[in-house]
């Protein structure tokens, strides 16, 4: 589709380039009167403009459609590969990641980190799962924005989020955690907020020198619960 456009876009750009250096040339006199000489030259020239601005017209028409189509493509995007409650990407996206290590030795810079929204359940019983809903979208904006420049996180499911963290090293990992419990932090302390309560549980390949993304990712899981 890119590819397409940017053919869509020199042909206008060529089209233009030719329509300039008509007008230039039927400014001059000894072209102008040549042109309108004849009967034969004349209607040449109209079928001539004719062409151009049809060829113009169907050009910008094509573009429209273009984005138009990339337009439908993203939203298309934004329903498969999004989690329309927290707004960050969803299990599909996660197992997309994920399926680009499936089938290959694991490398020692992968970092993954496992994360638990602990207090969902309670929230949705003591208030009600707009509440919930609330906080879960709360907490996924806070994960996207830590991970910014990172590495990738998403819903995993339920209250459980998933980061994958390529040419990782601990430091890494260190800094989206320190940025998400320093959001958290200021989001808890809001005086019309509901607390949020998170588990974490990391794991760092060139420390575990595990072979497959699936079992950094269980061991990962594992930790939250020690």
């Given at each position: ?188 302390a809001k005086a019309d907020s509901i607390d949020m309560e998170y588990k974490v549980g990391a794991a760092l390949n060139s420390k575990e020198h595990l072979a497959k993304i699936t079992g950094l990712i269980a061991l990962a899981n ?5």
């Amino acid at each position: 589709m890119k590819k397409l456009s940017v053919f869509k876009i020199i042909q206008l750009s060529i089209l233009a380039v030719i329509t300039l250096i008509s007008v230039f040339f039927l400014l001059k006199p000894e072209v102008k009167q040549f042109v309108f000489s004849s009967s034969s030259a004349t209607t040449l020239f109209f079928l001539i403009w004719i062409i151009l601005i049809a060829s113009f017209l169907f050009i910008m028409i094509d573009l429209s459609i273009i984005s138009s189509i990339k337009l439908h493509f993203h939203n298309l995007y934004g329903v498969a590969y999004s989690d329309p409650l927290s707004g960050i990407p969803n299990r599909f996206s996660c197992d997309t990641l994920i399926e680009k290590y499936i089938d290959s030795e694991l490398p020692e810079d992968i970092g993954c980190i496992m994360i638990e929204l602990a207090n969902l359940s309670e929230v949705n019983s003591l208030y009600d799962h707009a509440a919930g809903n609330r906080l879960l979208k709360d907490f996924s904006a806070i994960l996207s924005s830590s991970a910014l420049s990172l590495g990738f996180v998403g819903r995993n499911g339920g209250n459980k989020f998933l980061a994958i963290f390529e040419d990782c090293t601990q430091e890494k990992l260190d800094a989206f955690l320190t940025r998400v419990f320093e959001k958290v932090q200021r989001h808890n302390a809001k005086a019309d907020s509901i607390d949020m309560e998170y588990k974490v549980g990391a794991a760092l390949n060139s420390k575990e020198h595990l072979a497959k993304i699936t079992g950094l990712i269980a061991l990962a899981n594992n930790r939250i619960y020690k």
